[in-house]
Every structure is written in C-alpha cells, then in structure tokens.
C-alpha cells in the first residue's frame, strides 16, 4: 500500500496558477504509476493526467493538455501537478493515485490521497 498527501490546493482567479504536491511514502513508490484525478460538486471524479516514475512520462486529459504539466522529483516521492491558465472549470478537489499500468481508469489506481480544494473564480 502506497500512502499518498496532497497539497496546493487554494483559491485563484481565472488566468492564474496553482502548483498542487502529492507526497508519496510506503510500498516502493517507483513501481507505481501516478494519477491526478478531479471532481467537481455534482460531476463524477475525471482523470487529469499521469506520471511514470520510471521514465517520467506522462499522458493528459484534453481538457488540460497545453494547461498542466505533471512532474515527479524521485529523491522527494513527490508528484506535482502543475495547473496555468486556470478556468472556472477547473473548480474541483484534485486526488493524486497510485496504480499500476498505463490507464485513465479510476478503478485501476488502488491507493488515495485524500484530496485538495482548487477553486477558481472568474
């Protein structure tokens, strides 16, 4: 089990930026692939991006494609989401995961952080 806390999260006004961390710590960290999910009041929870720890590669959602970037520093077990040019559409709490294999599916990242607010308004 990979335990995993997020951090960053606050309020912005659309057009600014927020840099979000997920600290990593437990089960070795560096076989797991690392998510960054969100969910908005009302909406289901929706896949942001990702993050090989290995490699560092990493694969977005097109909603935020051009908009975040997703980087990890492997001496800190530390993933970060960094979000530009925020929208009002970005308000969600944001999760960082850990799973295993290339996916975008929820149910295949096993361990949770307990989430971060991200509001932007307009």
């Known amino acids: 089990q990979v335990q995993l806390v997020e951090s960053g999260g606050g309020l912005v006004q659309a057009g600014g930026s927020l840099r979000l961390s997920c600290a990593a710590s437990?089960?070795?960290?560096?076989?797991?692939?690392m998510g960054w999910f969100r969910q908005a009041p009302g909406k289901e929870r929706e896949f942001v991006g990702r993050?090989?720890?290995?490699?560092?590669?990493?694969y977005y959602a097109d909603s935020v494609k051009g908009r975040f970037t997703i980087s990890r520093d492997t001496a800190k077990n530390t993933v970060y989401l960094q979000m530009n040019s925020l929208k009002p559409e970005d308000t969600a709490v944001y999760y960082c995961?850990?799973?295993?294999?290339?996916?975008?599916?929820?149910?295949?990242?096993?361990?949770w952080g307990q989430g971060t607010q991200v509001t932007v308004s307009s």
């Open positions: 437990g089960r070795t960290v560096s076989s797991y692939v």
């Open positions: 993050i090989t720890w290995t490699f560092g590669t990493t």
């Open positions: 995961a850990a799973g295993a294999g290339r996916t975008t599916r929820e149910g295949d990242f096993a361990s």
